[in-house]
Nanobody
Framework: QVQLVESGGGLVQPGGSLRLSCAASGSIFGINDMAWYRQAPGKERELVATITRAGSTNYADSVKGRFTISRDNAKNTVYLQMNSLKPEDTAVYYC???????????????WGQGTQVTVSS
């Protein structure tokens, strides 16, 4: 089994910063792409940022220039540095990873439990 555990959410004022972390553990043979998604109340889950194993990144237009995704392959961990936060960034943030649990299996998608980010004065 593979578990993804997120941390780092909380309440922050507009213009502030937060850093989210997501650590993968369990039966891990390899991790391919990792990503952060978010879901605001009453809205569909949306992709925020992705990062390949080699470090190539992509961002949603709404967060470009403010958020930075990074990863530590040795620690099986992905990060999301969020700067210049806006009230519209308020959501539950989920990490996602494509994980291969053994050399005899293909990659499968795993999700964290979510961490709340609230941007409010």
């Amino acid at each position: 089994q593979v578990q993804l555990v997120e941390s780092g959410g909380g309440l922050v004022q507009p213009g502030g910063s937060l850093r989210l972390s997501c650590a993968a553990s369990g039966s891990i043979f390899g991790i391919n792409d990792m990503a952060w998604y978010r879901q605001a109340p009453g809205k569909e889950r949306e992709l925020v940022a992705t990062i390949t194993r080699a470090g190539s990144t992509n961002y949603a237009d709404s967060v470009k220039g403010r958020f930075t995704i990074s990863r530590d392959n040795a620690k099986n961990t992905v990060y999301l540095q969020m700067n210049s936060l806006k009230p519209e960034d308020t959501a539950v943030y989920y990490c996602n990873a494509r994980v291969r649990s053994s050399p005899y299996r293909g990659y499968a998608d795993y999700w964290g439990q979510g961490t709340q980010v609230t941007v409010s004065s």
